[in-house]
């Protein structure tokens, strides 16, 4: 189900309406899309509200252990995040915070990092 809403939904939004028209751009000199960053903010938040929800009192997504669904979020969040909208907006959501400080914690969290990033 959340690798789902991931696919569906949160990688689009995330990714290339907000990290690469905001972010992307700025680093190559080009005018961001406003329009598609507002309209894929909206669907982040929605992802979030949802995530969060889905997540509960877990410490992870998806239940008490770590699992393929944290993994496949850590570096959507991680682009995400990158924007200073992305990084504002996932502090609206203080479970979503807390696990992705936990994520950023993991040992092989920096050593799988793309290069420049």
């Given amino acids: 189900q ?3 809403l991931l696919d569906a939904y949160a990688y689009r939004a995330m990714v290339w309406g907000v990290y690469v028209e905001r972010v992307g751009k700025a680093q190559r000199g080009e005018t961001p899309d406003e ?3 507002a309209q894929s903010m909206a669907v982040a938040e929605t992802c979030l509200s949802t995530l969060a929800r889905l997540r509960g009192s877990s410490p992870w997504l ?3 252990e770590l699992t ?6 850590a570096p959507i969040f991680a682009y ?7 990084k504002e907006m996932l502090g609206w959501h203080p479970s979503l915070s807390t696990w ?3 994520m950023q914690a993991r040992p092989g969290f920096d050593s799988t990092r793309p290069t420049g990033s």
């Fill in 2 to 4: 959340i690798i789902g």
């Fill in 35 to 37: 329009a598609l960053i």
């Fill in 62 to 64: 998806a239940g008490d």
């Fill in 68 to 73: 393929l669904a944290d993994i496949y979020a």
């Fill in 80 to 86: 995400f995040i990158q924007a200073d909208e992305g």
């Fill in 100 to 102: 992705w400080q936990e």
